[in-house]
């Protein structure tokens, strides 16, 4: 059973910065891409940003959803099975839970149908 450990959440003012660590362990194999995802009271999870982490042509190759990018960034130190979310410049509209998913399937990250083990969150408050 795989496990996913989320830490690093946390209150910030607008415009502030906060990086997001997820440590996965009870699996030898990689993911084939990790990701994490938010929800915000009232509204459906969504993809933030996702990373290939399983090898293959796209090890490395991320994704961002549209109203993070150039903003966040999300990386990987293999050796320690730790994903990161770098988050910068932070607003209102980035106050949710954050999420770290895995999909061992190597069905993709983009979305959350596809997703085979999650973390249990981390709250991200901001205030303006």
């Known amino acids: 059973q795989v496990q996913l450990v989320e830490s690093g959440g946390g209150s910030v003012q607008e415009g502030g910065s906060l990086r997001l660590s997820c440590t996965t362990s009870?699996?030898?194999?990689?993911?084939?891409?990790m990701a994490w995802f938010r929800q915000a009271p009232g509204k459906e999870r969504e993809g933030v940003a996702s990373?290939?982490?399983?090898?293959?042509?796209?090890?490395?190759?991320?994704i961002y959803t549209h109203s993070v990018e150039g903003r966040f960034t999300i990386s990987q130190d293999s050796a320690k099975k730790t994903v990161y979310l770098q988050m910068n410049n932070l607003n209102t509209e980035d106050a949710a839970t954050y999420y770290c998913a895995a999909d061992y399937g190597g069905r993709g990250c983009e979305v959350s149908r596809t997703i085979d083990y999650w973390g249990n969150g981390t709250l991200i408050t901001i205030s303006s």
């Open positions: 009870g699996y030898t194999s990689d993911a084939y891409c």
């Open positions: 990373i290939y982490t399983g090898g293959g042509f796209n090890l490395g190759s991320t």
